[in-house]
């Protein structure tokens, strides 16, 4: 189930799933196009920046889908050009889930920008909050204005570093960390050691919330998973992305975390409508979660 009925553009992007990955797709050129049998009553895909050579990212236009690509391998972020806030990505709106266990956070960091997608969601609709964004890739932010990430301002900033050394020498200490570090090979191995995971662990303190992005790897997940609930006191919850096999995970060390059923619950119906994710139906995907958990961790005496 998604958050609104399927659209001409979630078309768009499972058929650009298709084309990269099912059919290796190889135009590198700015400009090219794939053949005629690929073309749909809206468009072609067309690139139309490729500045940084094979390996580095690129921005390709499919119907109203505008792509952030490493290579020909992964497509790293999208955005609809008729509505640039729309998280189109699912893990992105489970991302956003954040809310349902801190929602008015003072200050997130982001470690990984790539098409700025919750970084434009936070900045939209937590006009309270300060948002820090960490991109190690400077070829990645310099195609921020493509996808109307909005510029530094006295609430908003994206800093070109390094995640890893951000994470363990910054001075702030954020109420909610956001990990979504991917590069042309996947996830790089800085971002999924325990060492990195004791670090934001560090930062953040007792209560504040880790939010981490994971592809559904069947031999890598389980361990990443088992890290950072390692970091976290064992508290840690992992949610399944409705498609393409992420999974989002929700780490704290606060002995209040994860929060009963009845506080998510109450938590889904106070977050307001303008926000652009449907809460309740990312509230049925968390309940299993929390039901996992409480059966690993509670005793029957003390359960709900």
């Avoid at 236009?61 to 999208?78: E, K, N, P, Y």
Wanted: charged share 20%; hydrophobic share 40%; with cysteine.
């Amino acid at each position: 189930m998604t958050d609104a009925p399927a659209s001409a553009t979630d078309v768009d992007l499972e058929l650009l799933h298709d084309l990269l990955f099912g059919l290796r797709l190889e135009c590198a050129d700015p400009g090219s196009r794939v053949p005629d049998r690929y073309k749909t009553a809206q468009d072609v895909p067309v690139m139309l920046d490729a500045p940084f050579g094979p390996a580095g990212p690129m921005v390709l236009r499919f119907g109203d889908v505008l792509s952030l690509l490493f290579g020909w391998s992964t497509i790293q972020s999208a955005m609809r050009l008729s509505e640039p806030d729309h998280l189109l990505f699912d893990y992105t709106r489970m991302m956003m889930g954040f809310r349902l266990f801190s929602s008015d956070p003072t200050r997130i960091e982001m470690i990984g920008l790539g098409g700025g997608s919750l970084a434009k969601a936070c900045y939209r609709y937590l006009p309270n909050t300060d948002i820090t964004v960490i991109e190690i890739d400077p070829q990645v932010i310099s195609l921020r204005e493509q996808f109307h990430i909005p510029p530094d301002d006295h609430r908003f900033r994206v800093i070109c570093s390094d995640g890893v050394d951000y994470v363990a020498t910054a001075p702030e200490r954020p109420d909610v960390l956001l990990i979504d570090g991917f590069d042309n090979k996947g996830l790089p191995a800085a971002l999924s050691e325990q060492a990195f995971y004791d670090s934001c662990r560090a930062r953040i303190g007792s209560h504040g919330l880790l939010v981490v992005n994971l592809c559904d790897n069947a031999r890598a997940f389980p361990t990443l998973v088992r890290r950072i609930a390692a970091s976290f006191d064992g508290r840690a919850i992992a949610i399944p992305a409705e498609q393409r096999g992420n999974r989002v995970v929700f780490a704290c060390a606060d002995p209040a975390f994860p929060p009963t059923f009845d506080a998510v619950r109450h938590a889904a119906q106070d977050l307001p409508l303008r926000d652009p994710i449907d809460y309740s139906i990312k509230l049925r995907r968390i309940m299993p979660a929390l039901r996992h958990w409480q059966a690993l961790h509670v005793s029957p005496a003390n359960s709900l």
